[in-house]
């Protein structure tokens, strides 16, 4: 066989492997950046401070509404809070 053949044959083992290593890395870059962005949003989630700070803005929205009696209570639940800190 000529050796211009024979050396086809192994670019093409050449390539297989390197699309394989590449492909596994790709997978395991993907893991762990999945694993590190559930990790982050789980704890973003359970933060007392980011649960006030979700709950004031509610308050605070509620204290524009159009109804007077949701209005009323959610201006005197702010006005308690601001007085407990």
Do not use: C, H, K
């Not at 699309?19 to 790709?26: E, F, P, S």
């Not at 590190?36 to 509610?58: D, H, M």
């Amino acid at each position: 066989m000529p050796q211009q053949f024979s050396d086809a044959g192994d670019f093409g083992e050449t390539l297989v492997q390197l699309l394989l290593i590449g492909g596994a890395t790709l997978l395991v870059i993907g893991l762990g950046m999945a694993l590190a962005t559930w990790i982050i949003v789980r704890r973003l989630r359970r933060s007392g401070v980011v649960q006030r700070g979700f709950s004031n803005g509610v308050l605070t929205a509620r204290s524009y509404a159009v109804d007077d009696g949701v209005r009323r209570i959610a201006r005197l639940r702010l006005d308690l809070r601001r007085s407990g800190q």
